[in-house]
């Protein structure tokens, strides 16, 4: 699960432009935060966006690979999808799809009840 530290480097210049941006080492990747709240990960040197019902099912449609690491033996679905091949060197592209993540990510976060909320703006 582990990215190298060039990988880590090159997606937080990629992304340079979206505000409120932090990433911080988890479980052998990374997490892409912005106000709190996960917007994408890192993994294996590959690039994963958060993405929500029809954008998440578009993106599965293009060949977009889900991530789906494996707890206890088990392979685990989660709502992020890896994003193409030509994000990794267009940072228009790239914020473009860190934006939408964020929204998706947004309105999962206010369908919680607001004492388990992370958006805090």
């Not at 990988?7 to 080492?25: E, G, T, Y």
């Amino acid at each position: 699960m582990k990215s190298s530290p060039e990988f880590v480097v090159h997606i937080k210049d990629l992304l340079s432009d979206v505000p409120s941006l932090r990433v911080r080492a988890m479980f052998g990747g990374h997490g892409i935060f912005r106000e709190g709240l996960m917007i994408a990960l890192l993994s294996d040197d590959l690039l994963y966006f958060r993405a929500n019902g029809d954008r998440g099912e578009a993106l599965r449609l293009k060949g977009s690979a889900q991530f789906m690491p494996k707890v206890r033996g088990r392979s685990q679905s989660m709502p992020y999808y890896r994003a193409p091949d030509d994000a990794l060197e267009d940072p228009e592209l790239t914020n473009s799809l860190a934006v939408a993540s964020f929204d998706d990510a947004l309105r999962c976060d206010q369908t919680q009840p607001a004492s388990k909320r992370k958006y805090r703006p």
